[in-house]
């Protein structure tokens, strides 16, 4: 099974994760990352990392589109190539412990969907048929995952996390912090709020209560589509 990871700017953590994930007791069969940052002007990953990865056949597979795609169009253009696998999805500023990869490897046997929170994921191909891709009008990032959520809940798919590996995440604002906090991320979260409340009619809640029956209401703007 393989690791996805979208990366924007923070090309240590990157290491850093993949790093972790070589530790594993199950290691990633190969690595999907999308560069949204394209700043790295050397061979991404570092050559001790790459060098591992080479003596044990596994695959890197780097996709850099020259312009941030943003979070759920990252995600998408993995699940798109794994059609027919289960996928583990990181974020960049994530550590995993070494049972941590074989277990969800374990869990995706009998759940379609496992997480830790929206830091570190995994779906099955039924999932994904099930739910459909993440909404890529949510740009650059947040409420995608919120989104998603209530999207598994309708589709009757439970989140299950029975993983009993620690897990490292930095938190919240990871990508601000390396970056400056950009003014246009801070007003692209703040569309993207205002973009859910547009779609369900209230803000994010993990009893999925108070919700529209449909998506806007039963009646989406003109042309809307998951992807914009």
């Given at each position: 099974?393989?690791?996805g990871?979208?990366?924007l700017?923070?090309?240590?953590g990157?290491?850093a994760?993949?790093?972790?994930?070589?530790?594993?007791?199950?290691?990633?069969t190969?690595?999907m990352i999308?560069?949204?940052?394209?700043?790295?002007?050397?061979?991404?990953?570092?050559?001790?990392?790459?060098?591992?990865?080479a003596s044990?056949?596994a695959?890197?597979?780097?996709?850099?589109?020259?312009?941030n795609?943003?979070?759920?169009?990252?995600?998408?253009?993995m699940?798109?190539?794994?059609?027919?696998e289960?996928?583990?999805?990181?974020?960049?500023?994530?550590l995993?412990?070494?049972?941590?990869?074989?277990?969800?490897v374990?869990?995706l046997?009998s759940?379609?969907?496992?997480?830790?929170?929206?830091?570190?994921?995994?779906?099955?191909?039924?999932?994904?048929?099930?739910v459909?891709?993440y909404?890529?009008?949510?740009?650059?990032?947040y409420?995608?995952?919120?989104?998603?959520?209530?999207r598994?809940?309708?589709?009757g798919?439970e989140?299950?996390?029975?993983?009993?590996?620690?897990?490292?995440h930095?938190?919240?604002?990871?990508?601000?912090?390396?970056?400056?906090?950009?003014?246009?991320?801070?007003?692209?979260i703040e569309?993207c709020?205002k973009?859910?409340v547009?779609?369900?009619?209230?803000m994010?809640?993990?009893?999925?209560?108070?919700?529209?029956?449909?998506?806007?209401?039963g009646s989406?703007?003109?042309?809307?589509?998951?992807?914009?």
């Amino acid at each position: 099974m393989k690791l996805g990871v979208p990366t924007l700017v923070n090309y240590a953590g990157l290491d850093a994760l993949c790093f972790s994930a070589e530790q594993g007791t199950l290691k990633p069969t190969g690595y999907m990352i999308v560069d949204n940052g394209g700043t790295y002007d050397g061979a991404l990953l570092h050559p001790p990392l790459r060098e591992l990865l080479a003596s044990r056949g596994a695959t890197v597979e780097l996709y850099r589109p020259g312009r941030n795609l943003g979070v759920a169009a990252s995600w998408n253009w993995m699940l798109e190539r794994t059609p027919d696998e289960p996928i583990v999805i990181a974020n960049d500023d994530v550590l995993l412990g070494k049972q941590t990869f074989a277990e969800m490897v374990s869990d995706l046997a009998s759940h379609p969907f496992v997480c830790s929170g929206w830091a570190l994921f995994a779906q099955t191909p039924e999932c994904t048929r099930r739910v459909g891709y993440y909404d890529e009008n949510f740009f650059p990032a947040y409420y995608e995952d919120s989104d998603y959520a209530v999207r598994l809940a309708r589709a009757g798919i439970e989140r299950v996390w029975s993983v009993t590996e620690p897990v490292q995440h930095a938190g919240c604002w990871t990508t601000a912090t390396a970056l400056g906090d950009p003014e246009w991320l801070r007003d692209g979260i703040e569309s993207c709020r205002k973009y859910f409340v547009q779609k369900w009619g209230a803000m994010p809640s993990d009893t999925f209560g108070g919700y529209y029956a449909e998506p806007f209401n039963g009646s989406p703007p003109p042309g809307w589509s998951l992807r914009p």
